[in-house]
């Protein structure tokens, strides 16, 4: 098929350059010119609350700057682990929602199947704004989860601690993104042949065997798809934070994009904003890339 | 006759696991969403009780405080829907003819061309938002709807075009030949038969661009400080404009989630394929 349009490359240019420039053109505008602004932005100083001293060219002066910020290093810290804690949780409560409910949902038919995938669904395309709001009523000290704690004979918890605000910010996000892994994991179970089941329950194979000889190898391509999905998502966590903690008390959990707001929108210090926000794209792009390793040597060794 | 109650044994016990773990599901996942509800329902004294007040005499006032007292409400709401309605036609408008050339076409720059959209997946919203907040500064439009699509479309246009791109691909390519052979030029064979066999597609990423927007916090936070400003912006000042009334805040929340508990009813299958394709694509 390439040879065969590539021969037809001439006369088809009209036709894609018509097709394709209103979003190309659109695209550099709106997301390339501005990540252009971002990358020398960076080098400046640039104050918005005081633009009539107008811009001081500082070349790498903003990015030495980041590297020595204790508080930088801070949000990072904070990042990693809602990050890491997060996405574990989410992967193994998706993954064993999904293993339960696999062969049940397949071979049951019953009635509310629809209301339940809408349940599902839900938690994922709430606005994080509010799902925030709504977990900080839970968390509050006269809330809920204080009251069960209570009742079940242990203490009220002060939820909004330097430690347990981020425990906070993770069930938020955990709550928000389990039906996510639980979907595709779902999906990638469902997938698997039913006759390499039962061939493998006729060997006599245990639940276990099954589990790890069977299902997770041949759903480990969408397990490292949700992982390298969620961990970008989580490493730019804002609103949850934003709204469970602000980052405090202090900047015990201020995460990097609230950090990034902060010096921006706070202290107006825009240009060093834009370095440290050319900085956490650049670890982002590096994540990718490790994941993509990752996936790519899994797939080189079968 | 001997393997029959087996198997009824066996789909009993499923049946039960299956029971408990759904709802120990739907418990996890609609508890808060009830609690909110039944609370929306109360004073704020009522709210903050310990232990919590399951009975209590219900209040009707939240809503219409929330709706007509406090003044933003209405016109926040209004910028939540124009944006979000405005944003998700460009993209859908932009995005299809690009999608199409891109899943169906080799030329010069179309690798690189597909690897800048992917990679706009990874910039995070703050590498876009502040830029694009000095640019809406310089030119004066900051906190019109203008400066809020620009940023909407920013972050949806190139996501949108590669989940299309995979709903094109799903159509196969005898079709349009065909159609061209019988003397259809190519923008006849795109218009007439690509678009509406794309229909559900475009539906599906429609609904999920519109999502996206609804949802969009940190955007429209920094780009917009009142006449443009949008309802999750007013969700994230609410605490601090009218101190915290939970019966308040509550009401409002359960509205900013109907909107999209419509969508997960009624357009569930769009939803579920616009979100898996998603997924599955990279």
Same mark, same amino acid.
């Given at each position: 098929?390439?040879?065969?349009?590539?021969?037809?490359?001439?006369?088809?240019?009209?036709?894609?350059?018509?097709?394709?420039?209103?979003?190309?053109?659109?695209?550099?505008?709106?997301?390339?010119?501005?990540?252009?602004?971002?990358?020398?932005?960076?080098?400046?100083?640039?104050?918005?609350?005081?633009?009539?001293?107008?811009?001081?060219?500082?070349?790498?002066?903003?990015?030495?700057?980041?590297?020595?910020?204790?508080?930088?290093?801070?949000?990072?810290?904070?990042?990693?682990?809602?990050?890491?804690?997060?996405?574990?949780?989410?992967?193994?409560?998706?993954?064993?929602?999904?293993?339960?409910?696999?062969?049940?949902?397949?071979?049951?038919?019953?009635?509310?199947?629809?209301?339940?995938?809408?349940?599902?669904?839900?938690?994922?395309?709430?606005?994080?704004?509010?799902?925030?709001?709504?977990?900080?009523?839970?968390?509050?000290?006269?809330?809920?989860?204080?009251?069960?704690?209570?009742?079940?004979?242990?203490?009220?918890?002060?939820?909004?601690?330097?430690?347990?605000?981020?425990?906070?910010? *993770?069930?938020?996000?955990?709550?928000?993104?389990? +039906?996510?892994?639980?979907?595709?994991?779902?999906?990638?179970?469902?997938?698997?042949?039913?006759?390499?089941?039962?061939?493998?329950?006729?060997?006599?194979?245990?639940?276990?065997?099954?589990?790890?000889?069977?299902?997770?190898?041949?759903?480990?391509? *969408?397990?490292?798809?949700?992982?390298?999905?969620?961990?970008?998502?989580?490493?730019?966590?804002?609103?949850?934070?934003?709204?469970?903690?602000?980052?405090?008390?202090?900047?015990?959990?201020?995460?990097?994009?609230?950090?990034?707001?902060?010096?921006?929108?706070?202290?107006?210090?825009?240009?060093?904003?834009?370095?440290?926000?050319?900085?956490?794209?650049?670890?982002?792009?590096?994540?990718?890339?490790?994941?993509?390793?990752?996936?790519?040597?899994?797939?080189?060794?079968? | 006759?001997?393997?029959? +109650?087996?198997?009824?044994?066996?789909?009993?016990?499923?049946?039960?696991?299956?029971? *408990?773990?759904?709802?120990?599901?739907?418990?996890?996942?609609?508890?808060?969403?009830?609690?909110?509800?039944?609370?929306?329902?109360?004073?704020?004294?009522?709210?903050?009780?310990?232990?919590?007040?399951?009975?209590?005499? +219900?209040?009707?006032?939240?809503?219409?405080?929330?709706?007509?007292?406090?003044?933003?409400?209405?016109?926040?709401?209004?910028?939540?829907?124009?944006?979000?309605?405005?944003?998700?036609?460009?993209?859908?408008?932009?995005?299809? +003819?690009?999608?199409?050339?891109?899943?169906?076409?080799?030329?010069?720059?179309?690798?690189?061309?597909?690897?800048?959209?992917?990679?706009?997946?990874?910039?995070?919203?703050?590498?876009?938002?502040?830029?694009?907040?000095?640019?809406?500064?310089?030119?004066?439009?900051?906190?019109?709807?203008?400066?809020?699509?620009?940023?909407?479309?920013?972050?949806?246009?190139?996501?949108?075009?590669?989940?299309?791109?995979?709903?094109?691909?799903?159509?196969?390519?005898?079709?349009?030949?065909?159609?061209?052979?019988?003397?259809?030029?190519?923008?006849?064979?795109?218009?007439?038969?690509?678009?509406?066999?794309?229909?559900?597609?475009?539906?599906?990423?429609?609904?999920?661009?519109?999502?996206?927007?609804?949802?969009?916090?940190?955007?429209?936070?920094?780009?917009?400080?009142?006449?443009?400003?949008?309802?999750?912006?007013?969700?994230?000042?609410?605490?601090?404009?009218?101190?915290?009334?939970?019966?308040?805040?509550?009401?409002?929340?359960?509205?900013?989630?109907?909107?999209?508990?419509?969508?997960?009813?009624?357009?569930?299958?769009?939803?579920?394929?616009?979100?898996?394709?998603?997924?599955?694509?990279?």
């Amino acid at each position: 098929m390439s040879a065969r349009t590539a021969s037809k490359a001439g006369s088809d240019g009209w036709f894609i350059t018509a097709l394709l420039a209103p979003a190309a053109i659109t695209i550099f505008l709106v997301v390339l010119v501005p990540l252009g602004y971002a990358l020398r932005d960076s080098l400046y100083r640039i104050n918005i609350s005081m633009l009539y001293q107008g811009e001081k060219f500082l070349g790498l002066g903003n990015y030495v700057q980041a590297l020595k910020d204790p508080d930088f290093y801070n949000s990072l810290v904070v990042t990693t682990v809602i990050t890491v804690l997060g996405v574990a949780v989410e992967l193994v409560l998706g993954l064993m929602l999904a293993l339960l409910l696999n062969r049940p949902l397949e071979s049951v038919h019953f009635r509310g199947k629809r209301v339940f995938r809408t349940l599902v669904i839900l938690p994922v395309i709430l606005p994080p704004v509010v799902v925030g709001l709504m977990w900080r009523f839970i968390f509050q000290y006269s809330g809920v989860i204080n009251f069960l704690l209570i009742s079940m004979g242990l203490h009220s918890v002060d939820w909004t601690t330097q430690y347990t605000g981020v425990i906070t910010i *993770i069930t938020t996000v955990v709550w928000q993104n389990v +039906p996510f892994s639980f979907l595709l994991i779902l999906a990638g179970l469902q997938s698997v042949p039913p006759d390499l089941i039962e061939s493998s329950m006729v060997d006599g194979a245990s639940g276990r065997q099954r589990l790890f000889h069977i299902y997770l190898p041949l759903i480990k391509p *969408i397990i490292f798809l949700i992982l390298t999905i969620r961990t970008m998502d989580a490493f730019r966590t804002f609103d949850e934070a934003f709204i469970l903690t602000g980052g405090g008390p202090g900047r015990s959990t201020e995460t990097v994009s609230l950090f990034i707001y902060r010096n921006s929108f706070s202290f107006f210090d825009v240009g060093y904003g834009s370095a440290l926000s050319i900085l956490l794209l650049l670890l982002l792009m590096v994540i990718t890339v490790f994941y993509m390793r990752l996936i790519y040597a899994g797939r080189g060794a079968k | 006759m001997t393997i029959r +109650p087996a198997i009824t044994l066996r789909q009993g016990g499923r049946l039960l696991v299956l029971y *408990i773990g759904l709802i120990l599901l739907v418990l996890i996942i609609l508890g808060p969403i009830l609690w909110l509800l039944i609370n929306s329902f109360k004073t704020n004294v009522d709210a903050l009780s310990v232990p919590p007040k399951l009975i209590f005499k +219900p209040l009707f006032s939240n809503y219409p405080k929330v709706i007509i007292r406090n003044p933003d409400f209405l016109k926040d709401l209004m910028n939540s829907i124009v944006t979000m309605v405005l944003s998700t036609g460009v993209v859908l408008v932009l995005g299809m +003819p690009a999608a199409y050339v891109l899943a169906r076409f080799r030329f010069v720059g179309s690798v690189i061309l597909s690897f800048v959209i992917l990679a706009t997946r990874m910039v995070p919203r703050v590498a876009i938002g502040i830029p694009t907040y000095l640019i809406m500064m310089r030119i004066g439009v900051l906190d019109t709807y203008f400066a809020v699509i620009v940023s909407f479309v920013a972050y949806n246009l190139p996501f949108g075009i590669w989940l299309l791109m995979g709903f094109v691909q799903m159509i196969p390519r005898e079709l349009e030949e065909a159609a061209i052979i019988d003397g259809a030029s190519k923008i006849q064979a795109f218009l007439r038969m690509i678009v509406p066999l794309v229909l559900p597609g475009l539906v599906a990423v429609g609904i999920l661009v519109m999502i996206v927007c609804w949802r969009e916090f940190f955007l429209p936070l920094i780009l917009t400080s009142h006449n443009a400003k949008t309802i999750s912006v007013l969700a994230g000042t609410f605490m601090t404009e009218y101190g915290i009334d939970w019966g308040q805040l509550s009401a409002f929340s359960i509205i900013t989630f109907l909107p999209v508990i419509a969508i997960a009813v009624y357009a569930q299958k769009y939803l579920i394929s616009g979100l898996t394709m998603g997924a599955v694509k990279e």
